[in-house]
């Protein structure tokens, strides 16, 4: 049992940056990989970066987003973050997390990102 709460999502111009907040109800340091996703208008959920569980920070990315964005997790305080720089309007979606494959049941709000100028 678990649930994510995203945050720190906004509207921002492109090339700049965004931080994003993944905090899950229970600890994360056992826990299957924590994912970043995505959801554009009309589209369907996209992966967008995954970190290992514990003490392994193995870090995935998609390729749309690999050398703007970075993953990394504070097990001490339940939390993955998502570091997003240089963005692009094609980056603006619903941010959600979950975990890897994600659990239906697990889906939060997400936070919405916006790029625009």
């Known amino acids: 049992q678990v649930h994510f709460v995203e945050s720190g999502g906004g509207l921002v111009q492109p090339g700049g940056s965004l931080r994003l907040s993944c905090t899950a109800s229970?600890?994360?340091?056992?826990?299957?990989?924590i994912t970043w996703y995505r959801q554009a208008p009309g589209t369907q959920r996209e992966f967008v970066a995954t970190i290992g569980s514990g003490s392994d920070d193995y870090t995935d990315y998609a390729d749309s987003v690999k050398d703007r964005f970075t993953i990394f997790k504070d097990n001490a305080k339940n939390t993955v973050y998502l570091q997003m720089n240089s963005l692009k309007s094609e980056d603006t979606a619903v941010y959600y997390c979950?975990?890897?494959?994600?659990?239906?049941?697990?889906w939060g709000q997400g936070t919405q990102v916006t790029v625009s100028s």
């Open positions: 979950n975990l890897l494959p994600p659990m239906q049941d697990y």
């Open positions: 229970r600890s994360i340091y056992d826990a299957y990989a």
